[in-house]
């Protein structure tokens, strides 16, 4: 089974200031055929998740600019330009290589 | 409107049975593999099961194999997942997804 770590676990911003959240999976996560399996999702509040980020560096639809992805093989990082209220909830990571496994989750709290 | 509504969540005493559905709109169902993620009080999310297009191909996450299963029916556009001898620790909100769209979650209760 593939291992998802997240960092960190919690995150306090300033509205407006950048933030940051890191995957490490315990095996790659390139598949033969080219394609990294690795995905971003948000949970705000009260609300399932949502899709932000798949394949990496792919942006969902409607998913603000301001979100990207960037990463490789078992190393990936999400990270998160001027910050807003809205974005506030778990941030998870999630593998689909083998059977899907996700990251412990890291929480994100307005300053 | 692309939609996933999962229904038949509740309260179920310790080594009891529930059968929960999710009902899919908006989207060719048959095309794609479906997943069941649950989020346990207090938790992360948790993979739980998943199923191919055709219903030939499944995989459950350890602590449920043998007691959980996965099914679909493409006539109806409908994903289920059957539990039995349930256990305190699988209390969650139960949701059904295709990574990309999300139903609203259904709860289920093991207490007695």
């Keep these: 089974d593939v291992v998802m770590t997240q960092t960190p676990l919690s995150l306090s911003v300033t509205p407006g200031q950048s933030a940051s959240i890191s995957c490490k999976s315990s095996q790659s996560l390139l598949h033969s055929n080219g394609n990294t399996y ?14 932000l980020i798949y394949e990496v560096s792919n942006r969902f639809s409607g998913v603000p600019d301001r979100f990207s992805g960037s990463g490789s093989g078992t190393d990936f990082t999400l990270k998160i ?19 899907p496994s996700f990251g412990q989750g890291t929480k994100l709290e307005i300053k | 409107e692309v939609q996933l509504v999962e229904s038949g969540g509740g309260l179920v005493q310790p080594g009891g049975s529930l059968r929960i559905s999710c ?5 060719t169902f048959s095309s794609y593999w479906m997943s069941w ?11 739980v099961a998943h199923i191919k297009q055709d219903g030939n191909e499944k995989n459950y996450i350890d602590s449920v194999k043998g007691r959980f299963t996965i099914s679909i029916d493409n006539a109806k556009n409908s994903l289920y997942l059957q539990m039995n001898s349930l256990r305190a620790e699988d209390t969650a909100v139960y949701y059904c997804t295709k990574w990309d769209v999300w139903g609203q979650g259904t709860t289920v209760t093991v207490s007695s």
């Design chain 2, 37 to 47: 993620v649950r989020r346990a009080p207090g938790k992360g999310l948790e993979w």
């Design chain 2, 23 to 27: 009902a899919a709109s908006g989207f």
């Design chain 1, 38 to 51: 690795l995905y971003w999702f948000l949970q705000k509040p009260g609300q399932p998740p949502q899709l």
């Design chain 1, 81 to 99: 330009g001027r910050v807003e209220a809205e974005d506030v909830g778990l941030y998870y990571c999630m593998q689909s290589l083998l059977v």
